[in-house]
């Protein structure tokens, strides 16, 4: 599986993005898929996370009832709205995708279990 990140950019407090993620290969359509970011002199932390069909999702406390991920396997696309966005959100973002289905509740979240990942795209949020 090889993922693509696009829609980054530069926005003020408030406002809003939506990041893409374009894959390919077979197994993202069968397997969770989730968004990470690093913030600058930060260790990367999960953002949030959906089920092979979207049906389930899974949000940090940081970005929840703000943000919203989604996915179209019919177009091998998934997604990240991003709304009421903070300084605080400034990092790059990044996708990644799995190829097994996380075990116990907190798999959804651990960086470790994703096993591809795009490029990263970058977010900034003036004040």
């Known amino acids: 599986v090889q993922l693509q990140a696009s829609g980054g950019g530069s926005v003020q407090a408030g406002g809003s993005l939506r990041l893409s993620c374009a894959a390919s290969g077979r197994t993202f359509t069968n397997y969770p898929m989730a968004w990470f970011r690093r913030a600058p002199g930060k260790e990367r932390e999960f953002v949030a996370a959906?089920?092979?069909?979207?049906?389930?999702?899974y949000y940090a406390d940081s970005v929840n009832d703000r943000f919203i991920i989604s996915r179209d396997n019919k177009k091998k696309m998934g997604y990240l709205q991003m709304n009421g966005l903070k300084p605080e959100d400034t990092a790059i973002y990044y996708c990644a995708s799995r190829s097994t289905n996380p075990i116990t509740y907190a798999g959804w979240s651990k960086g470790d279990e994703y096993d591809y990942w795009g490029q990263g795209t970058q977010v900034t949020v003036s004040s």
């Open positions: 959906a089920s092979w069909s979207g049906g389930a999702t």
